[in-house]
Nanobody, 124 residues
Framework: QVQLVESGGGLVQAGGSLRLSCAASGRTFSSYGMAWFRQAPGKERDFVASISARGIVTDYADSVKGRFTVSRDNTKNTVYLQMNTLKPEDTAVYYC?????????????????WGQGTQVTVSS
């Protein structure tokens, strides 16, 4: 079992930066692929970024490529999402998710563990 708790969300102006953190409980964190998804008001939840269990393989949605960076520290059981050059369209609730697939995946149905979400609001 893995429990996930996100933090680091908030209000930021366009062009600014935020770093989200996702702290995981459980001794098997280092064997899980992890990802970030987001859900804007009135829209479906979308894939943002994923990272493999060892942190070697990453994947990004086209909309965030070059602006966001996903990373993890398995000694701290934490995965991060560094978000730079934020845009108003990045406004959403951001969710951390874990999967037993060690490479990670873009499909949210592959993820059995979810955090409660953290709000990110980007003002223009």
């Amino acid at each position: 079992q893995v429990q996930l708790v996100e933090s680091g969300g908030g209000l930021v102006q366009a062009g600014g930066s935020l770093r989200l953190s996702c702290a995981a409980s459980g001794r098997t964190f280092s064997s899980y692929g992890m990802a970030w998804f987001r859900q804007a008001p009135g829209k479906e939840r979308d894939f943002v970024a994923s990272i493999s269990a060892r942190g070697i393989v990453t994947d990004y949605a086209d909309s965030v490529k070059g602006r966001f960076t996903v990373s993890r520290d398995n000694t701290k059981n934490t995965v991060y999402l560094q978000m730079n050059t934020l845009k108003p369209e990045d406004t959403a609730v951001y969710y951390c998710a874990g999967t037993t697939s060690t490479l990670g995946d873009r499909k949210q149905e592959k993820y059995g563990y979810w955090g409660q979400g953290t709000q990110v609001t980007v003002s223009s």
